[in-house]
């Protein structure tokens, strides 16, 4: 019953469940949609983003191709003019016989015209003379490339054009160069020429107005910048700083674009070599596009998409769990009425019917119900009348049974002839303990007997019980344990029957057989005494005749005053006995003989049957017909063990085989040499006393009879 008042703490309603899966499924619906629509819009950003990062920087690529390439038609056109310029340099050179410090370099400048500049390039690389003072002693090694490209010349011979570039020192103007080496191979002379045309025309190569207008059409340019070869800007000639400086070097000498991300500042910068340069020509007019795009645009449009989208899916789930609400108790109130209906037949109510709902998909189960109630009915009713029958029938039974429960010790049933042998109504047993019914050193075995039987499991306990209080009748008792499916102990059950006059069979039976076989055993003798004393003469031979047939009548007289005596006092119930008055007892019911035996069991009292006597007899009378005569040596010892007391009768007058030790114990051995050992274990077993065959081979026979706690006492007395 606690069970069933806790269901509604613990359980929750069907219509709970259904609305708990409703609104789970529309969250996973509209999670499933927003987050669809989410990676989808992102995907759509994300490839805006790159096919307008790549027109982008194409274009820029191809815009700075195509000026370059009308530049180099305004190069190739004043190729002719540097050549006549350079031939006048050389013919100066020659005129002060190669010394390039008596060169007129001031009046070839005039000659030639404005906008001219001339160089003297030495062996090295530097530049020794020139009209153009920011450049002397200009180093070109700096410059590798060139540096090589210069002493390639200076080892040929002609004229060698270059390109309209940027000058290294001096304002970063843009100048067209051109080279010719000395006849002796030691200069390079050198010629620039400067002029409105060369800024204008290169001006559009890296005009910001122009490319802007191309890189600010991708709406995630932040900033751009050109930069030449050589690592300036192009619009002011000015190195930039680090690390965009280390960034440029890395691109110049491998000729690659670089990719820098920086996630921290939602930033990406891409560095575009722009590959200008011509094998033919000594500079390098290549450029370096830094482009810096700015994803945080895309990451602010996709943030707010996605409040959007929770703000929807938010609206789109409260409208759904309010519907689903109202949904789920529209489908559930069928359920409930039928539940509540349930609840009515549950409670007893077998008559009460499931009440009929609209739904055709609940009609089968009404009917399916009303049809189990129904079968409950006759169901309930055919278990009354055969509990009923059961009840009668054990009740009928001429055994006593009783019932209690396992878990508090309860008695459940308690038939009529329970009544009868244990004289207690059933009225004052049914829902008691034993605690109540019995002294507590009953109770105390009772409760051990019982945890051992469930402990054991399959255990079934056979017992036999006297008591006074029963007529000192004997009870023989058999206690089984009762389990459910699980093995959970449920009931104890107990079958007893009144064996008294079993009892009394039993040991008259085994008084009567001892009695019977003592008797003849001992008319034997005096029948063989008889047939001898006819062959006697002398007075000392009758007169030992006369005595050994007295000893023999002496015993059967003693066999018969011994029975008599039992029968008198009565055989059923045990008693205390002294063990050693009770072997003297059963030495002195044995004819003449020559054993010799002895007893060390003074001072020790055990609980055992009347017939305690007739046991010892028995060993007594086998080990004189088994024994060889003048060798047997009887002994009776006791002593104590694990808690018992240990009796041993040992005999060296005969063994038995270790085949036979367990045999000489069953019924079908008793007509044998080893006589009436069955019903010894019989007496004893009456008060838990049990008896067994150890001896050697060379000790002869050795009976242990094992005395439990309980059944013995020392008395010194």
């Known amino acids: 019953m606690q069970s069933r008042k806790k269901t509604p703490e613990l359980y929750r309603s069907f219509s709970f469940y259904l609305l708990l899966f409703m609104v789970a499924l529309i969250i996973c619906i509209v999670g499933i949609l927003t987050v669809n629509a989410y990676l989808n819009t992102k995907d759509n950003f994300d490839r805006e983003y790159r096919s307008l990062e790549t027109q982008t920087e194409n274009n820029v690529v191809e815009a700075v191709r195509l000026t370059d390439r009308a530049t180099s038609i305004v190069d190739n056109s004043l190729n002719e003019q540097m050549r006549s310029g350079l031939t006048a340099v050389n013919s100066e050179y020659e005129r002060v016989d190669g010394d390039p410090a008596r060169m007129d370099l001031a009046g070839i400048k005039a000659r030639l015209g404005t906008g001219f500049d001339i160089y003297i390039i030495d062996e090295n690389g530097v530049i020794i003379e020139t009209t153009y003072s920011p450049e002397l002693g200009q180093d070109f090694k700096n410059v590798p490339y060139f540096f090589s490209y210069l002493t390639k010349i200076r080892e040929s011979d002609g004229f060698f054009p270059d390109r309209v570039v940027h000058e290294f020192l001096g304002r970063g103007t843009y100048r067209k160069y051109a080279y010719m080496p000395t006849a002796d191979h030691r200069y390079v002379l050198e010629l620039g020429l400067e002029g409105p045309s060369f800024d204008e025309a290169n001006a559009q190569l890296d005009d910001h107005k122009n490319i802007r207008n191309i890189v600010m059409a991708n709406p995630y340019v932040e900033e751009f910048i050109t930069f030449n070869t050589l690592g300036y800007r192009s619009d002011n000639n000015t190195p930039p700083a680090e690390p965009v400086k280390s960034y440029l070097n890395e691109v110049i000498q491998t000729r690659t674009n670089l990719k820098i991300v920086d996630t921290a500042n939602s930033r990406t910068t891409h560095f575009l070599y722009i590959d200008l340069k011509d094998d033919q020509y000594g500079s390098d007019p290549s450029r370096i596009m830094m482009i810096t795009y700015?994803?945080?645009?895309?990451?602010?449009?996709?943030?707010?998409?996605?409040?959007?989208?929770?703000?929807?899916?938010?609206?789109?789930?409260?409208?759904?769990?309010?519907?689903?609400?109202?949904?789920?108790?529209?489908?559930?109130?069928?359920?409930?009425?039928?539940?509540?209906?349930?609840?009515?037949?549950?409670?007893?109510?077998?008559?009460?019917?499931?009440?009929?709902?609209?739904?055709?998909?609940?009609?089968?189960?009404?009917?399916?119900?009303?049809?189990?109630?129904?079968?409950?009915?006759?169901?309930?009713?055919?278990?009354?009348?055969?509990?009923?029958?059961?009840?009668?029938?054990?009740?009928?039974?001429?055994?006593?049974?009783?019932?209690?429960?396992?878990?508090?010790?309860?008695?459940?049933?308690?038939?009529?002839?329970?009544?009868?042998?244990?004289?207690?109504?059933?009225?004052?047993?049914?829902?008691?303990?034993?605690?109540?019914?019995?002294?507590?050193?009953?109770?105390?075995?009772?409760?051990?007997?019982?945890?051992?039987?469930?402990?054991?499991?399959?255990?079934?306990?056979?017992?036999?019980?006297?008591?006074?209080?029963?007529?000192?009748?004997?009870?023989?008792?058999?206690?089984?344990?009762?389990?459910?499916?699980?093995?959970?102990?449920?009931?104890?059950?107990?079958?007893?029957?009144?064996?008294s006059h079993q009892n009394i069979n039993l040991k008259m039976d085994l008084l009567f057989s001892i009695t019977r076989r003592d008797i003849l055993d001992n008319l034997s003798v005096i029948m063989s005494h008889l047939e001898r004393a006819q062959l006697l003469n002398s007075r000392d031979e009758m007169q030992r005749f006369f005595t050994k047939t007295i000893g023999s009548v002496e015993s059967i007289r003693n066999q018969l005053s011994s029975m008599r005596a039992l029968q008198e006092l009565g055989i059923i119930s045990p008693k205390w006995q002294r063990v050693g008055q009770a072997f003297s007892d059963a030495v002195h019911l044995l004819p003449e003989h020559t054993a010799q035996i002895r007893s060390e069991v003074n001072g020790w009292d055990i609980y055992a049957d009347p017939l305690l006597p007739r046991v010892f007899y028995s060993l007594l009378e086998n080990s004189l017909r088994n024994g060889q005569a003048g060798r047997s040596e009887i002994s009776l010892t006791a002593r104590l063990e694990n808690n018992d007391l240990l009796l041993l009768y040992q005999d060296t007058g005969y063994r038995v085989p270790r085949e036979d030790k367990e045999n000489i114990f069953d019924i079908a051995n008793d007509s044998g040499t080893i006589q009436g050992l069955f019903l010894i274990r019989e007496l004893l077993g009456f008060t838990g006393i049990t008896i067994r065959e150890t001896g050697e081979r060379d000790t002869g026979v050795r009976f242990e009879i094992r005395v439990p706690a309980g059944k013995f006492r020392f008395n010194a007395q």
């Open 294 to 499: 700015n994803t945080r645009l895309i990451e602010d449009q996709l943030t707010r998409l996605l409040l959007y989208h929770l703000l929807v899916a938010t609206t789109a789930i409260i409208i759904g769990c309010v519907i689903a609400f109202f949904l789920s108790r529209r489908m559930t109130a069928p359920i409930q009425k039928i539940v509540a209906d349930v609840n009515s037949i549950a409670q007893g109510d077998l008559n009460h019917r499931i009440g009929e709902t609209r739904n055709s998909e609940f009609v089968v189960l009404e009917q399916g119900i009303n049809s189990m109630v129904d079968s409950l009915k006759a169901a309930f009713q055919k278990a009354k009348d055969d509990e009923i029958f059961q009840q009668e029938m054990i009740n009928q039974l001429p055994v006593a049974i009783f019932i209690k429960r396992a878990d508090d010790g309860k008695y459940v049933f308690w038939n009529r002839a329970s009544e009868q042998l244990f004289r207690i109504p059933a009225a004052r047993v049914i829902g008691k303990t034993d605690a109540d019914l019995f002294p507590a050193d009953v109770v105390e075995d009772i409760h051990k007997e019982n945890l051992e039987i469930f402990l054991s499991r399959s255990d079934v306990r056979n017992k036999i019980i006297t008591s006074k209080k029963y007529g000192g009748g004997i009870i023989h008792m058999i206690i089984v344990p009762v389990f459910d499916s699980t093995g959970t102990p449920q009931y104890v059950l107990g079958i007893s029957e009144d064996v």
